[in-house]
């Protein structure tokens, strides 16, 4: 591989996610690009002078449907209850921000979203890794594909662990339509982050998918008083303890300097 290639795709990897763009491999970017993180692409396109006010990302497609239905699939090891609250509350952050309305699918509808866990080869083209690294992905409008690997140490309220409210967030947000963002405090941003018992939505999270879907047309406090209302309300933050739940799933990692190559190479073959 041309190293030219090599150091123009780690100066712009160093770009997008803030570090100084250099184009070496220090010890910085080397723990960033091996942190948790989705699996969906990265696009660096953004224009310096459009990303002073924009620098969210959206994707190909949008939902024609409003009231959409999701359905988990196959479960992690822990309460199916817990999961099921935590995906409604991420479900409902995007609802509180735009006319969406989520409910669970019944046993004798298609849903629209459909979440599933699962484990390395899974048949979409996208395998995981093991645990570490990919920890998620989703696909555009109107695939409603979500799926997250199995393999991670999922948690709901601890500081440890793969938190799965905001994984599922972001991924939700991919289902939505949106891409990646640059900005390190918003959901989107394509890497990690642990448990934040007071998390929001950022600014540019609001300001992305409201471009593709347009404003609210009622606050949550006035939102209908039926299944659609509490969830809106769970998308404000509420939640019904504070009880660390965490998973059982065991997996070897892959090597960390096979991780790096990986995505060099990644980045090199799409010309960024």
């Known amino acids: 591989m041309d190293s030219n290639v090599v150091t123009e795709a780690v100066a712009d990897f160093q770009q997008f996610v803030g570090l100084e763009s250099t184009g070496l491999m220090d010890e910085a ?51 199916t209850s817990a999961v099921d609250e935590e995906v409604e509350r991420a479900a409902a952050v995007w609802a509180a921000v735009t006319k969406f309305r989520f409910r669970p699918a019944t046993n004798n509808e298609l849903a629209d979203i459909r979440i599933t866990f699962a484990s390395r080869d899974h048949g979409d083209g996208m395998p995981f890794d093991g645990r570490g690294m990919v920890v998620a992905h989703a696909f555009p409008p109107p695939s ?42 918003s959901v989107m941003f394509p890497y990690a982050k642990g448990y934040n018992p007071n998390f929001t939505l950022h600014e540019d999270d ?8 347009g404003v609210k047309e009622y606050s949550c406090s006035d939102a209908p008083n039926d299944h659609v209302g509490a969830v809106c309300q769970k ?23 096979l991780i790096s190559f990986i995505i060099l190479v990644s980045l090199a073959v799409r010309g960024v």
């Open 235 to 257: 998308g404000m933050g509420k939640k019904t303890n504070d009880q660390c739940i965490r998973s059982n799933a065991d997996s070897a990692p892959l090597p960390t300097l």
């Open 29 to 79: 970017t080397h723990e960033m690009m091996t942190k948790p993180r989705c699996g969906m692409k990265d696009r660096h396109d953004f224009d310096e002078e459009y990303s002073r006010s924009k620098r969210y990302t959206t994707l190909d497609g949008v939902w024609g449907n409003y009231n959409l239905t999701y359905m988990i699939q196959m479960y992690p090891d822990l309460p």
């Open 206 to 213: 609001i300001k992305g998918i409201q471009v593709l879907y």
């Open 144 to 185: 409603g594909k979500l799926h997250f690997d199995i393999a991670e140490e999922w948690t709901i309220r601890c500081y440890e662990g793969q938190n799965l409210f905001h994984t599922a967030v972001h991924e939700f947000g991919h289902i939505l339509g949106l891409g990646h963002s640059d900005i390190l405090a």
